[in-house]
């Protein structure tokens, strides 16, 4: 499938802000097999006076810019054209999870699509023992990984409540589980624990997400969305699926993948500093527009 995406991201500054550096991780991914990205850019307003393009350790696009003058207003602004070519598993040549473990330890590298990066607490996801155990209850050791992720994510959909106002992205996972409400950043999350709680790999994705009007209403500009979903290592045949606990759904056409991490740490769409006093506001808009 085919996507024009245009995204931004415009912030305002109740006073003038000066001597400011950003880290922008905006601009969909090209990954053989999965998506490819055909043509992008990325600009900032005002214009920066430190522009670093590059590419981090799980291959994701950066860009850091920096501002030495001063002003109230800082839009970046993303356009690009995107082929989204992978689709969900139609055969599960997963391993049993029993086998999982051994199956990692026999991985032959340390490279960026390693599963060991994956295994272990990170900065944003720390397994605990209640998550470990609401995973545990819905998986068995004959129960093949890719069954395992498809029933961990499920069941977060049925317990937990989207709720937009619910938390922050500064919410800590197990504050959301305990709620049982959050944002698709805290399903991503707590699935990640969950499932790294029961010996699998999962990462955290940041991309943007095509969304449907109701049936009979137009679809609105802006109206799509930066959306967060989980990748899970299943073993070395099938390898890295993509589910959205949010939407409960192995992902297809409809997510543009932006950036990989082991949580929201590793992905921020926007993490930096800025000199400034008083209020800020920000608005975010979203285009994903098909073109077959």
């Not at 810019?65 to 995107?82: D, L, N, P, S, Y």
């Not at 998550?131 to 209850?137: G, L, S």
């Not at 498809?150 to 996972?173: C, H, K, N, Q, W």
């Not at 990989?260 to 400034?276: A, E, F, I, M, N």
């Amino acid at each position: 499938m085919l996507y024009d995406i245009a995204a931004s991201i415009d912030y305002t500054y109740q006073q003038p802000s000066a001597l400011g550096r950003t880290v922008l991780r905006l601009l969909p991914a090209s990954i053989p097999g999965v998506q490819r990205l055909i043509a992008g850019t990325l600009t900032a307003q005002p214009l920066s006076d430190e522009r670093i393009d590059r590419v981090d350790f799980f291959g994701n696009a950066v860009t850091e810019i920096a501002w030495r003058g001063t002003g109230r207003e800082a839009r970046f602004k993303v356009q690009a054209r995107v082929e989204r070519l992978a689709r969900p598993p139609e055969l599960d040549l997963s391993p049993p999870l029993s086998g999982l473990a051994a199956a990692i330890r026999a991985w032959p590298d340390l490279g960026p699509e390693a599963p060991h990066h994956f295994l272990g607490p990170s900065e944003r996801v720390r397994p605990t023992a209640t998550m470990t155990a609401f995973a545990r209850d819905l998986v068995t050791p004959q129960m093949t990984v890719l069954a395992a992720v498809e029933a961990i994510g499920r069941a977060l959909y049925e317990d937990m409540r989207f709720d937009a106002s619910a938390t922050t992205v500064d919410t800590d996972p197990m504050e959301a589980f305990t709620a049982r409400h959050g944002v698709c950043q805290d399903f991503s999350h707590i699935m990640i624990a969950c499932l790294r709680g029961v010996g699998i790999p999962a990462a955290y994705v940041s991309g943007y997400l095509r969304t449907l009007p109701p049936p009979g209403q137009e679809r609105l500009a802006g109206a799509d969305a930066m959306h967060a979903w989980v990748r899970a290592w299943c073993g070395p045949d099938l390898g890295w699926v993509e589910f959205d606990p949010t939407n409960d759904l192995l992902v297809a056409g409809d997510h543009i993948l932006v950036a990989v991490g082991r949580d929201y740490h590793d992905v921020s769409p926007v993490k930096g500093v800025l000199r400034t006093a008083g209020r800020q506001a920000s608005h975010h808009g979203v285009d994903v527009i098909p073109l077959g």
